[in-house]
């Protein structure tokens, strides 16, 4: 994971531009395009953190997940390297699979994840610092639209690794998720759950 230190103070520090034989000083915008313009060169399917993503993507789809959609976002962002989103339809499922994709993380990678929100808020992050999954009710995700907002990145295929879904196949596709988003707020206590 990339960790990025923050600064009170707008002053360059020396390690930047003139004093580290550069032309000049950068900004955090010029630090953050270097790190961007550093990103991997090599295709997704070759990136060494897609065993990663697999085992997440089973582990939720083991517990029924609907519509797993994973795009590395690394020419985009400093913050992650993989966005990975994913549907569930109840509360207790979507903390089963939270629950398990947390336990498949740590018996086949060594890592532990830190959750953020809850089953009841509607959306469950998942922070494992270089991925960030997030689980979450079908009206959630269609109102927030992450697929949409990381639309740059580079998408993976994840339909090797999931359960079709009817006789179409388990693809994900923005247009599904605009039925969820109907109603979504209309006069219901939580506009998330239904």
């Given at each position: 994971s990339s960790s990025s230190s923050s600064s009170s103070s707008s002053s360059p520090s020396p390690t930047d531009g003139a004093a580290a034989g550069g032309e000049g000083t950068k900004d955090a915008y010029g630090r953050f395009a270097d790190r961007v313009a550093d990103a991997p060169e090599f295709a997704v399917g070759e990136d060494p953190l897609l065993p990663t993503i697999e085992t997440i993507v089973r582990a939720a789809d083991m517990r029924k997940a609907s519509d797993i959609f994973a795009t590395r976002v690394t020419k985009l962002t400093t913050a992650m390297e993989f966005l990975v989103v994913m549907a569930g339809n109840s509360r207790p499922q979507n903390q089963?699979?939270?629950?398990h994709v947390r336990e498949r993380m740590r018996e086949e990678h060594g890592r532990e994840g830190e959750q953020q929100g809850t089953a009841d808020s509607g959306w469950i992050l998942l922070d494992f610092g270089d991925v960030l999954v997030n689980i979450m009710t079908p009206k959630s995700r269609a109102y927030y639209r992450l697929e949409k907002k990381?639309?740059?990145?580079?998408?993976?295929?994840?339909?090797?690794?999931?359960?079709?879904?009817?006789?179409?196949?388990?693809?994900?596709?923005?247009?599904?998720?605009?039925?969820?988003?109907?109603?979504?707020?209309?006069?219901?206590?939580?506009?998330?759950?239904s």
């Open positions: 089963a699979i939270a629950f990381w639309e740059a990145g580079d998408e993976v295929d994840v339909s090797p690794w999931v359960t079709p879904d009817g006789p179409e196949g388990g693809g994900f596709s923005l247009g599904a998720l605009g039925d969820a988003a109907e109603g979504a707020g209309e006069d219901e206590e939580d506009p998330f759950w």
